[in-house]
C-alpha cells in the first residue's frame, strides 16, 4: 500500500508561485507513473502533468503549459509540482496519485491518491 501526502497548498496572488510537494510512504516512488491534478468547486477532477514511471517523460494540460513543470528529486523520493505566473482560474485542491508501470493522464488508473492541498490564487 503506498499513502501520498501532498504539502505546499495556499493563498497566493495572481502572477505568484508555489512549489507543490507530494511524498510516499509504505514504499518509494521507482517504478511508478505519478501525476497531479486539481478539482475547483463544482468542476470534474482534471488532469495537470504527469512524470513517467521510469522518470524520463513529463506532460503537461495546454493550461499550464510553460508555467507548471513536474519533477522528482530521487535523493528524497519526492515528487514536486512546480507552479509559475499563477492564476485565478489555477485554484483548486490539488491531488496527486500514483500508478505502477505506466504512464497516464487518465485519473481512474491511477491507484493511490493523497488527501489533496487547497491552492487559492486571488486577482
Known amino acids: 500500500q503506498v499513502q501520498l501526502v501532498e504539502s505546499g497548498g495556499g493563498l497566493v496572488q495572481a502572477g505568484d508561485s508555489l512549489a507543490l510537494s507530494c511524498g510516499a510512504s509504505?514504499?518509494?516512488?521507482?517504478?511508478?507513473?505519478v501525476g497531479w491534478f486539481r478539482q475547483a468547486p463544482g468542476k470534474e477532477r482534471e488532469f495537470v502533468a504527469a512524470l513517467s514511471w521510469n522518470g524520463y517523460s513529463t506532460r503537461c494540460v495546454d493550461s499550464v503549459q510553460g508555467r507548471f513543470t513536474i519533477s522528482k528529486n530521487n535523493a528524497n523520493d519526492t515528487v514536486y509540482l512546480r507552479m509559475n505566473s499563477l492564476k485565478p482560474e489555477d485554484t483548486a485542491v490539488y491531488y496527486c496519485?500514483?500508478?505502477?508501470?505506466?504512464?497516464?493522464?487518465?485519473?481512474?488508473?491511477?491507484?493511490?491518491w493523497g488527501q489533496g492541498t487547497q491552492v487559492t490564487v486571488s486577482s
Open positions: 496519485a500514483a500508478v505502477a508501470g505506466i504512464f497516464t493522464t487518465t485519473p481512474a488508473r491511477y491507484t493511490f
Open positions: 509504505g514504499r518509494t516512488f521507482d517504478n511508478y507513473g
